[in-house]
């Protein structure tokens, strides 16, 4: 098994910044890629960025440019750099680990991120 804890959610004006971290443990040599995701109150959880163990990366349409994912593998650590924060950015975020079996995921429990205008 793998388990994941989040930290760095927080409450912040909009145009401002914050940094999500995500620490893995457990059965590490199970993680492939690690990401991002949130969910909004009445939203289905969405993907926000993803980075594979090799460090390519992925970033939906709305966090371009924004927001920036990176990886310790050192220290089993995901990051999510998020800048220039909007008031849509409000979420819960989870962090996930996908398994190298196929359909297997883990998931943190979530941080909350609000953002206001």
């Known amino acids: 098994q793998v388990r994941l804890v989040e930290s760095g959610g927080g409450l912040v004006q909009a145009g401002g910044s914050l940094r999500l971290s995500c620490a893995a443990s457990g059965s590490i040599f199970r993680i492939n890629t690690m990401g991002w995701y949130r969910q909004a109150p009445g939203n289905e959880r969405e993907l926000v960025a993803r980075?594979?163990?090799?460090?390519?990366?992925y970033y939906a349409d709305s966090v371009k440019g924004r927001f920036t994912i990176s990886r310790d593998n050192a220290k089993n650590t995901v990051f999510l750099q998020m800048n220039s924060l909007k008031p849509e950015d409000t979420a819960v975020y989870y962090c996930n680990a996908a398994d190298f079996l196929p359909g297997r995921n883990y998931w943190g429990q979530g941080t909350q991120v609000t953002v206001s205008s």
């Open positions: 980075i594979t163990n090799l460090g390519t990366t």
